[in-house]
């Protein structure tokens, strides 16, 4: 039996442009990517459960201003911040969700929540709250959630839009999308995903993307693989990204690198920009995107953790 355990995170697919990227910033996303697949590696290193550490992982990003999940998620056209999250395990595959809600200090919770505690798979706004105090999930004030950058960006993004340059420089990717998420193997064979996100800035109010739609940025089965996308939320939820990964392992025999690959590319020609990342039922991760590059890293049972942000070499650490 195959006991060895993997772990795989990203941090959002599409970022600052690498010339534009000082060796400052771009240590503080490693070390920010670090800190979560440290967090997950120390469950499964111990025998603990994909569903754990997957959660574990993303609450490492939550808690991390730099990316766009929690605290430091991006803001609408109102200024209102609206986060979605999901979490699916593979055994059964069990899922929960969460959309359109600010109070949760850890949107991934809400979804696990959801999952654990209700007979219901996605809730919004209000309700996803209300099921959230009622099982003790941690709240924030509003302002925990707020940081001076994102809310610049959607200064700069609505002055543009009132100049008649709407588009202009919302091409770059990292203004177009980012979220968080995690995908793992445990010792017992078990999958589990987990992802979350503040969404697009500038989206209009009540905007849901793929982030907690069950099968297009967030998918688990123990036959196939665990998948958490980023990119271009709309397109992936067109093209149910995350299960088509999944989908092309059982019904065409691919490998996990040639179905997560090919998705990733195919998506790409029709004009969707992002990317996944992936751990098959054997442990085998798959970290594809087809944009300028993907926060990303991934642990297998060995312990060494090794991030990326273009395309380059990993780094251990």
Not at 71 to 100: I, N, S, Y
Not at 149 to 175: F, K, N, P, Y
């Amino acid at each position: 039996m195959n006991d060895s355990y993997a772990l795989a995170v990203h941090g959002g697919a599409g970022t600052m442009r690498r010339g534009a990227m000082s060796a400052a910033r771009a240590a503080r996303y490693h070390a920010g990517l670090r800190r979560a697949l440290q967090a997950g590696r120390d469950i499964l290193a111990a025998g603990g459960g994909a569903l754990d550490a997957v959660a574990a992982a993303v609450v490492a990003l939550e808690d991390d201003k730099l990316f766009n999940a929690g605290r430091g998620a991006v803001f609408t056209t109102a200024g209102t911040q609206e986060l979605d999250a999901a979490v699916m395990e593979g055994r059964e595959r069990r899922a929960g969700a969460v959309a359109g809600i600010l109070g949760p200090k850890n949107p991934v919770l809400a979804a696990r929540a959801v999952m654990e505690h209700s007979p219901h798979v996605l809730l919004i706004g209000e309700g996803a709250a209300a099921l959230c105090r009622k099982h003790g999930i941690a709240f924030a004030e509003p302002g925990y959630f707020r940081t001076p950058s994102r809310w610049r960006a959607l200064r700069e993004m609505l002055a543009r839009r009132t100049r008649g340059l709407a588009g202009e420089g919302e091409d770059d990717d990292e203004r177009r999308h980012g979220t968080v998420g995690a995908v793992a193997r445990d010792r017992r064979g078990d999958l589990a995903a987990a992802t979350s996100t503040g969404g697009i800035t500038g989206k209009l109010p009540g905007r849901v993307g793929d982030s907690p739609i069950i099968g297009a940025g967030t998918y688990a089965d123990n036959a196939t693989c665990a998948v958490s996308a980023t990119g271009d939320g709309e397109f992936f939820i067109r093209f149910g990204v995350a299960h088509e990964v999944a989908a092309r392992i059982r019904h065409r025999s691919e490998s996990l690198a040639q179905a997560a690959g090919t998705v990733i590319a195919e998506l790409g020609r029709i004009g969707g920009s992002g990317g996944l990342v992936a751990v098959g039922r054997d442990g085998a991760p798959a970290l594809p995107f087809n944009c300028s590059g993907m926060y990303r890293g991934y642990v297998e049972a060995n312990g060494v953790v090794r991030t990326a942000i273009y395309d380059e070499p990993y780094r251990a650490g």
